[in-house]
C-alpha cells in the first residue's frame, strides 16, 4: 500500500533536516509553537484545537523552524477545493536583506540570516536578466537582451571566471547547459554552443532575425526556433557537435518561453496560441492545436498541463499527448495581468523575457503562480489544494506579481516581482524561509546544491545558500536542458 504524499514530503523533510551540514534546528520557536502555527493555518484543522478559533501567531522574518513541518491534518491537503487561502508571507514575513553593491562586473560576499552565506556580482551591463544556469560548479548568465554578453561566474562566491562580451550579435536568452556546454540564442539571429570551462565558441550558426526564444537540449540535438527565409518561422533540430541541421518544420509562430521535451516528442506553444506535437528524432508533426495557450506546456505521462486564456481569463488546463485534445480545465481567474503575454512580434523584447503561469508537476501534485496566486493542485480535477495569495507583491492593475514557480526537493521556490523569493512546504503551503532583496525580480529562480540563484531588473545576480541539501536539481529554466523537469 501506497504512503500518503504528505507522509513522503514530511519524511523528505525529516530526511533533509538530519543529512544537511549546519542546518540550524534550533532558532525560530519550539517544535510546540510550529505545531500550533501550522495547525492555525490549515483549513479544517480548528477542531482539533480547544477553545475558540484565535487569529494564527507568526514567525520573526526569516526565522527558521526546528524540523521539519508536523503532517496535516489527515487528508487534508487533500480536500481539494477546501483549502485555505492565506496572504503570502502571512506566516513569516519576509527578512529583508541588506545586499553589497559590488562595482560592475565584481561580485561581493554577505552573510544574512545570522549564518548564511550569500554573494551578489553586477553583470557589468547593468540590464534586466533572465534565468541564469548551473553547471559543474559554475553559474551561466546572458548580460541581457541590449547586451552581446554571456558571462560565467563561480557558482559559490560570484567571481567572474570568463566573459564573452563580443557575441555576433545581441540578445542572449537564458542559457541552457548540457555536458560542459552552454547553449543559447541570440535576439538577433543565431545559436551558440560555447565550452562551459573557458568561454571558446565551439560553433554558431545564424538562424534569422528575430531569434527570442531559448532552445532545448537532448539525445545529441538541439532543439530552436526562428524565422525562415520565406517571412514564416520553424522548428528545427541540429547537431550540438557542428551545428549541422537534421530537420525543420514549419509552425505558425514565435514560442512562448521554450520547446519543451518529453518522452519521444518536442511541444511548443506558440505566440498565436497554437500548441504542437513533433517528434524528436524525425521531426514528423503527430499534431497541432489552437486552444490559446499562455505559457509553455508541461509534459506528464500522457498529458500536458499548461494555461490558456479564455474571454478575458486565464485557466489551467489538461491536454491529451496523444491528440491535443483538452480533457478538463480548471477554475477560471480574472486576469488583468493578461497584457504581458505575447501575442505578436510588436515587442521583441517581450517576447524574449516572457515566462508566463507555467504550471510544474512534482511528486503527483500541480504547483502554478498565476498573476498574483501561488496554488498547489489536483492534476485530476485541477481544484486547489491549498493557494497563497501574493497579489499585495503587486505595483498595480495589470502587472503579474508573482513568478513562474521552480520545484526543487520538499519545496517549491517562487520570487515575486518585488523581490522576495520565498520556500513553501510543499504539502502544506507553509513559508518555510523568506528572504525580500529589495530589487526587482522577473526571471525564474534557479537551484543548485543548496544555492538560490536569482536575477534583478537592475544586472545584478543574488545567491542565497539555505541551508538545506536536498534542494538542488533545479538548474536553468524549466529545471533541465528540455526544460522538462529537475536534472536526474
Given at each position: 500500500?501506497?504512503?500518503?504524499k504528505?507522509?513522503?514530503?514530511?519524511?523528505r523533510?525529516?530526511?533533509?533536516?538530519?543529512?544537511?551540514?549546519?542546518?540550524?534546528?534550533?532558532?525560530?520557536?519550539?517544535?510546540?509553537?510550529?505545531?500550533?502555527?501550522?495547525?492555525?493555518?490549515?483549513?479544517?484543522c480548528?477542531?482539533?484545537?480547544a477553545?475558540?478559533?484565535?487569529?494564527?501567531?507568526?514567525?520573526?522574518?526569516?526565522?527558521?523552524?526546528d524540523?521539519?513541518?508536523?503532517?496535516?491534518?489527515?487528508?487534508?491537503?487533500?480536500?481539494?477545493?477546501?483549502?485555505?487561502?492565506?496572504?503570502?508571507?502571512k506566516?513569516?514575513?519576509?527578512?529583508?536583506?541588506?545586499?553589497?553593491?559590488?562595482?560592475?562586473?565584481?561580485?561581493?560576499?554577505?552573510?544574512?540570516?545570522?549564518?548564511?552565506?550569500?554573494?551578489?556580482?553586477?553583470?557589468?551591463?547593468?540590464?534586466?536578466?533572465?534565468?541564469?544556469?548551473?553547471?559543474?560548479?559554475?553559474?551561466?548568465?546572458?548580460?541581457?537582451?541590449?547586451s552581446?554578453?554571456?558571462?560565467?561566474?563561480?557558482?559559490?562566491?560570484?567571481?567572474?571566471?570568463?566573459?564573452?562580451?563580443?557575441?555576433?550579435?545581441?540578445?542572449?536568452?537564458?542559457?541552457?547547459?548540457?555536458?560542459?556546454?552552454?547553449?543559447?540564442?541570440?535576439?538577433?539571429?543565431?545559436?551558440?554552443?560555447?565550452?562551459?570551462?573557458?568561454?571558446?565558441?565551439?560553433?554558431?550558426?545564424?538562424?534569422?532575425?528575430?531569434?527570442?526564444?531559448?532552445?532545448?537540449?537532448?539525445?545529441?540535438?538541439?532543439?530552436?526556433?526562428?524565422?525562415?527565409?520565406?517571412g514564416?518561422?520553424a522548428?528545427?533540430?541540429?547537431?550540438?557537435?557542428?551545428?549541422d541541421?537534421?530537420?525543420?518544420?514549419?509552425?505558425?509562430?514565435?514560442?512562448?518561453?521554450?520547446?519543451?521535451?518529453?518522452?519521444?516528442?518536442?511541444?511548443?506553444a506558440?505566440?498565436?496560441?497554437?500548441?504542437?506535437?513533433?517528434?524528436?528524432?524525425?521531426?514528423?508533426?503527430?499534431?497541432?492545436?489552437?486552444?490559446?495557450?499562455?505559457?509553455?506546456?508541461?509534459?506528464?505521462g500522457?498529458?500536458?498541463?499548461?494555461?490558456?486564456?479564455?474571454?478575458?481569463?486565464?485557466?489551467?488546463?489538461?491536454?491529451?499527448?496523444?491528440?491535443?485534445?483538452?480533457?478538463?480545465?480548471?477554475?477560471?481567474?480574472?486576469?488583468?495581468?493578461?497584457?504581458?503575454?505575447?501575442?505578436?512580434?510588436?515587442?521583441?523584447?517581450?517576447?524574449w523575457?516572457?515566462?508566463?503561469?507555467?504550471?510544474?508537476?512534482?511528486?503527483?501534485?500541480?504547483?502554478?503562480?498565476?498573476?498574483?496566486?501561488?496554488?498547489?493542485?489536483d492534476?485530476?480535477?485541477?481544484?486547489?489544494?491549498?493557494?497563497?495569495?501574493?497579489?499585495?507583491?503587486?505595483?498595480?492593475?495589470?502587472?503579474?506579481s508573482?513568478?513562474?514557480?521552480?520545484?526543487?526537493?520538499?519545496?517549491?521556490v517562487v520570487?515575486?516581482?518585488?523581490?522576495e523569493?520565498?520556500?513553501?512546504?510543499v504539502?502544506?503551503?507553509?513559508?518555510?524561509?523568506?528572504?525580500?532583496?529589495?530589487k526587482?525580480?522577473?526571471?525564474?529562480?534557479?537551484?543548485a546544491?543548496?544555492?538560490i540563484?536569482?536575477?534583478?531588473?537592475?544586472?545584478?545576480?543574488?545567491?542565497?545558500?539555505v541551508?538545506?541539501?536536498?534542494?538542488d536539481?533545479?538548474?536553468?529554466?524549466?529545471?533541465?536542458?528540455?526544460?522538462?523537469?529537475?536534472?536526474?
Open positions: 500500500m501506497s504512503r500518503p504528505a507522509v513522503e514530503g514530511a519524511n523533510r525529516a530526511a533533509a533536516n538530519a543529512a544537511a551540514p549546519g542546518r540550524d534546528r534550533t532558532r525560530g520557536g519550539s517544535h510546540e509553537m510550529s505545531r500550533t502555527i501550522l495547525c492555525a493555518l490549515l483549513a479544517g480548528q477542531a482539533a484545537v477553545g475558540p478559533a484565535s487569529p494564527a501567531p507568526t514567525l520573526p522574518p526569516g526565522a527558521e523552524l524540523g521539519p513541518p508536523p503532517l496535516p491534518v489527515r487528508g487534508q491537503r487533500h480536500a481539494a477545493g477546501k483549502g485555505l487561502v492565506l496572504a503570502l508571507g506566516d513569516r514575513a519576509a527578512l529583508p536583506l541588506r545586499l553589497p553593491a559590488p562595482p560592475r562586473g565584481g561580485a561581493a560576499p554577505f552573510v544574512f540570516a545570522d549564518e548564511r552565506e550569500g554573494w551578489v556580482a553586477r553583470i557589468p551591463e547593468s540590464y534586466r536578466l533572465p534565468s541564469v544556469a548551473y553547471g559543474d560548479g559554475r553559474i551561466f548568465v546572458s548580460g541581457g537582451f541590449e552581446t554578453s554571456m558571462y560565467a561566474l563561480d557558482a559559490h562566491d560570484g567571481h567572474m571566471l570568463w566573459a564573452s562580451q563580443q557575441l555576433e550579435d545581441n540578445g542572449p536568452t537564458a542559457p541552457t547547459y548540457q555536458d560542459g556546454r552552454v547553449i543559447f540564442n541570440t535576439e538577433s539571429c543565431t545559436l551558440f554552443v560555447v565550452d562551459g570551462r573557458t568561454g571558446k565558441k565551439l560553433w554558431y550558426k545564424t538562424l534569422g532575425d528575430p531569434t527570442l526564444a531559448q532552445p532545448s537540449v537532448a539525445d545529441g540535438l538541439i532543439f530552436a526556433s526562428h524565422p525562415t527565409p520565406n514564416g518561422q522548428l528545427s533540430a541540429y547537431k550540438i557537435a557542428n551545428g541541421e537534421v530537420w525543420a518544420r514549419d509552425i505558425d509562430g514565435e514560442l512562448l518561453a521554450a520547446p519543451v521535451l518529453g518522452d519521444d516528442s518536442i511541444y511548443a506558440t505566440i498565436t496560441g497554437r500548441l504542437y506535437r513533433f517528434t524528436r528524432a524525425k521531426g514528423k508533426r503527430v499534431w497541432q492545436k489552437p486552444i490559446r495557450a499562455t505559457s509553455a506546456p508541461w509534459v506528464a500522457e498529458e500536458l498541463f499548461l494555461s490558456r486564456a479564455e474571454g478575458g481569463k486565464e485557466m489551467t488546463v489538461a491536454v491529451a499527448t496523444a491528440d491535443g485534445t483538452i480533457l478538463r480545465e480548471g477554475p477560471a481567474a480574472t486576469t488583468p495581468w493578461l497584457g504581458d503575454v505575447p501575442r505578436d512580434m510588436n515587442d521583441w523584447q517581450k517576447v523575457g516572457f515566462e508566463g503561469s507555467r504550471p510544474v508537476l512534482a511528486a503527483g501534485v500541480l504547483y502554478q503562480s498565476m498573476g498574483g496566486e501561488l496554488t498547489a493542485r492534476p485530476q480535477t485541477l481544484a486547489p489544494f491549498w493557494t497563497r495569495d501574493g497579489k499585495s507583491g503587486s505595483k498595480g492593475s495589470g502587472v503579474r508573482l513568478g513562474a514557480v521552480a520545484i526543487a526537493g520538499p519545496e517549491v520570487a515575486t516581482r518585488a523581490g523569493i520565498y520556500g513553501i512546504d504539502d502544506t503551503g507553509y513559508t518555510l524561509w523568506a528572504y525580500a532583496l529589495g526587482p525580480v522577473f526571471a525564474q529562480p534557479v537551484i546544491k543548496g544555492w540563484y536569482a536575477t534583478t531588473g537592475d544586472g545584478e545576480v543574488v545567491a542565497l545558500h541551508g538545506d541539501m536536498t534542494l536539481g533545479w538548474h536553468m529554466w524549466g529545471g533541465s536542458p528540455g526544460h522538462d523537469g529537475a536534472v536526474m
